[in-house]
């Protein structure tokens, strides 16, 4: 049976007596009154709302259908406590709130009414749970059903502050080699699918304690919370996903290759932001895609300074272009056997009003990472090309490339075009190129190749024997110049196997018909060894150190005195 029923009614407000005879007026007073009462009591046992009012002893003297239904089930006791009735008589708060042990939740008040307490209770299960599931949305990705961002990152607060009982023990975050050129080739299409088959083999590659998000278009990111050892469990799963990510993916049935990077983060105690270290973990994922190979890298604190240090560089460069801090030098390269200066090698000098004198050597690998090398190097090949012009017809300049330049199909016409503007002779200008542009897989580099020897431009190999040194470069392309690097040559001083290889190399690149250069040639020992050797031309300090532009004509004037003299003694 119910708990509300109208015997109860009794207990509400001031009950009419018959001990006095009533007035008329008194009657009509009376009448309303009662009328007021009964209406009072519809509106209570009709409501949606769950009414009652409760005892000091837990006795509930009036309840409503709704408060039935709802508590009903409910001994007064139980009751008493669920709904914090005994707390909160004893001067504790309303408790606004509550969640019983079956899943529902209400929206509670509870007033005084004389000794009675009033409660007023709303079924808010619906709001809640909807609410929940708008809060789950705004953190799950859409597109892998993964966690998003804000998930991982308030998750990661949490772990970090040391809610619970886990705390988070290693944040990995890991990034898609070439994604988007995968996204602008096959369409946008494929690429999400794509995402979607990473986001499944990473949730195949953790644990149940682990959280897992996608932080970025192709960033996804783990917070390891296991007791394993660190850093060797997050070290061996970052191994564990380059290795899974990398291998093939079959979409739409398109076999697609992608690789994947690792940055790793092992929070300390001190570590209470959520952004940083994730912003730690993503310092080290970039050191590991800058190292090709790496495949994964913890974070030190070492690459934090390091990477400051590569940002201002980056600005610095990315200023020197436009302001003319960049020049060029000429070192000339002797012909062994003519006694003469046959060419000259441009080297890019970069005078930084801040920095003093930069290293080629510490410039150049940066700007290959950031794709700077692009103007850079067309900058050097046309005022290479436009400074040589003015040379003797039978001077030739040589301009280093790098690899990365030859993987953009620009370079072609920036070679032409720079020929052109200058009006040099294409036989005059020489490409180095080292043994990592011949690497490219799909061969375009050689084709690239093909097409400058076609237009009679002539290619040297540089630095060789520091690489693969493969022999099967040099069957692949026919190079017109091999170039000794230095370290062979300056340790053929005391070491017989440097030795053995500059005779070797010399003794290949004169039966495939290839000059062949010792680069770094100090001293007049050096020259008569490597002249001994059999090498063709040598480079070094010994005729000269690089050049600027305009001591060159009398450089050369002062080498045709000197022949001169020599043929007049
Ligand atoms: P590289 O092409 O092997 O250039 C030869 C380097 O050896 C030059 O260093 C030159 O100054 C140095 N050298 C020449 N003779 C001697 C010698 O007798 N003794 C010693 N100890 N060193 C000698 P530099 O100018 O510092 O250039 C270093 C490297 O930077 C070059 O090596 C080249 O790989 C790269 N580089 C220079 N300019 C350019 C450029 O315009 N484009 C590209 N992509 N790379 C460049
Ligand atoms: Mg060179
Ligand atoms: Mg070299």
């Known amino acids: ?306 990477m400051r240090a590569r940002r201002m560089l980056e600005t610095d460069l990315r200023r020197a272009l436009a302001l003319r801090e960049f020049a060029l030098v000429y070192q000339p390269q002797f012909d062994l056997a003519t006694r003469r200066i046959v060419g000259f090698e441009a080297l890019l000098r970069w005078h930084s009003p801040t920095r003093g004198a930069v290293s080629p050597l510490d410039f150049i690998p940066l700007t290959e990472e950031t794709g700077m090398i692009g103007p850079i190097g067309d900058w050097v090949l046309r005022t290479a090309c436009r400074e040589a012009a003015n040379w003797p017809d039978d001077i030739s300049v040589a301009v280093n490339i790098s690899a990365v330049q030859f993987e953009n199909r620009g370079l072609l016409t920036t070679i032409v075009s720079a020929l052109a503007e200058s009006g040099l002779e294409p036989r005059r200008l020489e490409l180095e190129i080292t043994e990592s542009v011949m690497l490219d897989a799909h061969g375009t580099a050689l084709g690239l190749l093909q097409q400058l020897r076609a237009i009679g431009v002539r290619v040297s190999l540089d630095d060789f024997g520091t690489g693969y040194s493969s022999l099967g470069y040099l069957r692949s392309f026919p190079f017109d110049k091999i170039k000794i690097d230095q370290s062979f040559v300056r340790d053929t001083n005391n070491d017989r196997s440097s030795r053995a290889i500059v005779r070797a190399i010399a003794a290949l690149g004169h039966n495939l018909g290839m000059t062949t250069v010792a680069e770094g040639v100090e001293t007049e020992e050096q020259m008569t060894r490597v002249t001994e050797d059999g090498c063709t031309e040598i480079q070094g300090y010994l005729i000269s150190r690089p050049l600027p532009a305009d001591q060159i004509g009398p450089f050369l004037a002062n080498q045709d005195a000197a022949a001169t003299r020599t043929a007049a003694e």
């Open 1 to 306: 049976m119910g708990i509300g029923s109208f015997a109860r009614s009794t207990e509400i407000g001031p009950i009419a007596t018959a001990a006095a005879l009533p007035s008329s007026g008194q009657q009509a007073a009376a009448a309303t009154a009662e009328r007021g009462r009964e209406l009072t009591l519809a509106a209570f046992m009709n409501v949606e709302v769950a009414l009652a009012m409760i005892g000091p002893d837990g006795t509930i003297h009036l309840s409503n259908p709704v408060f039935d239904r709802a508590f009903g089930m409910l001994p007064p006791d139980e009751l008493q406590q669920q709904l914090q009735i005994e707390a909160w008589r004893r001067g504790g708060d309303d408790p606004g709130e509550v969640t019983l042990p079956d899943g529902r939740t209400f929206a509670l008040r509870l007033r005084r009414l004389g000794q009675d307490c009033f409660v007023r209770a709303q079924d808010i299960t619906d709001q809640v749970a909807s609410l929940a599931h708008q809060a789950q949305l705004a953190r799950t990705d859409r597109l892998t059903e993964l966690g998003n961002r804000l998930m991982f990152c308030e998750r990661l607060e949490a772990l970090l502050r040391g809610d619970g009982e886990v705390s988070a023990r290693a944040v990995l975050t890991i990034d898609l080699n070439r994604f988007k050129a995968i996204n602008d080739t096959l369409g946008r299409e494929i690429g999400d699918a794509l995402l979607g088959l990473v986001a499944k083999r990473i949730r195949s590659a953790v644990t149940q304690d682990d959280v897992v998000a996608r932080l970025d278009s192709d960033e996804f990111g783990i917070i390891q919370t296991g007791t394993g050892p660190q850093p060797e469990t997050a070290t061996s799963q970052a191994k564990r996903l380059v290795d899974l990510l990398s291998r093939p993916y079959l979409v739409e049935g398109q076999l697609i290759n992608v690789g994947a990077a690792v940055g790793i983060a092992l929070p300390g105690d001190q570590d209470t932001d959520p952004d940083v270290v994730i912003k730690n973990a993503d310092i080290a994922l970039n050191r590991a895609k800058q190292e090709r190979h790496a495949g994964y890298r913890v974070f030190e604190s070492q690459m934090d300074v390091t």
